[in-house]
């Protein structure tokens, strides 16, 4: 169990295996107890140290939906900044307007692309960004 006490249910976080469901009861749970408008939760699926699966899911409270990204296969150079990067494109995608699977899929996109930089700043451009969060859904990152 996490700190809060809920657990995604039919997930092994130590052996990569995600199960979509399970997250949508921990959103569910955390905007009831806290009264959040929205949860974003990150995905990841540990291949190896240097090879995860990352995606995430985004809960509008107030239309009861629930968005998961596309899931990128990653390579990872530097795992450092990750979060901070999806917590950053969540919020700049929400500012300007974005519908919740638009959000979700920019911070997604944003974040998926800082593991491929090294360091802790995300160096990319937003058109580079926008570019992978539209792109053809193949999940690979080209760099």
């Known amino acids: ?18 199960n979509r469901e399970g997250y949508k009861s921990v959103a569910r749970q955390l905007a009831d107890r806290f009264g959040f408008e929205m949860v974003a939760i990150t995905l990841r699926e540990s291949h190896s ?4 699966g990352w995606s995430a899911m985004l809960y509008n409270v ?5 968005c998961f990204s596309k899931k990128y296969d990653l390579h990872i150079i530097d795992r450092v900044g990750g979060g901070d990067s999806f917590g ?21 996109a944003a974040s998926a692309l800082k593991h491929s930089i090294e360091g802790d700043y995300n160096m990319v451009t937003l058109p580079e960004v926008e570019k992978l969060a539209g792109g053809d859904g193949s999940g690979r990152i080209q760099r």
């Open 62 to 66: 107030a239309k009861d939906e629930y």
């Open 1 to 18: 169990k996490d700190v809060f006490g809920i657990e995604a249910e039919a997930t092994d976080i130590y052996g990569g295996k995600l």
């Open 49 to 52: 140290a240097f090879d995860n």
């Open 88 to 108: 950053g494109g969540l919020i700049y995608s929400l500012l300007s307007g974005k519908d919740t699977q638009s959000a979700v899929e920019f911070a997604v």
